[in-house]
């Protein structure tokens, strides 16, 4: 089996070429170390950061921004999304806190990008009226 990346580790996008034979794995096309093991892990097992929103009450928009605190199987990522999607946070919420905790069995927590007051009904019928 054979499969073809282009490397995201560094500068350079070096065109890695990763192939399988009789369980061996060779990785060729890499200028660096790091190269190396990113063509590995993305044979292996591919993994990606995860940002997206979730639906925020009491707050001045309806969509709080989310991000994972680190990578995310890519097998999982839309068990992830479906979860988030499912998901309503109510404000306040501040940046850094955690929105989700170990999504999907992943052990990665999904937390809070950006922080958000909660606004009074007053105040919201006020910019409602602009």
Avoid: W
């Avoid at 950061?49 to 991000?67: D, E, H, K, Q, Y």
């Avoid at 990578?71 to 839309?78: A, D, G, M, S, V």
């Amino acid at each position: 089996m054979k499969k073809e990346f282009v490397c995201i580790v560094c500068p350079n996008s070096c065109r890695l070429t990763v192939s399988e034979q009789k369980g061996e794995i060779e990785v060729s096309g890499h200028e660096c170390k790091r190269g190396l093991e990113h063509g590995l892990s993305e044979y292996r097992n591919p993994r990606r950061m995860l940002t997206s929103t979730v639906a925020v009450t009491g707050a001045g928009l309806p969509r709080l921004p989310v991000i994972s605190t680190a990578e995310i199987p890519k097998r999982k990522l839309k068990d992830c999304l479906n979860e988030l999607y499912a998901t309503a946070v109510s404000a306040p919420v501040t940046s850094g806190d955690v929105v989700v905790k170990d999504i999907c069995g992943t052990g990665v927590d999904m937390i809070a990008s950006r922080s958000m007051n909660k606004i009074s009904r007053l105040k919201k019928n006020e910019e409602a009226m602009r």
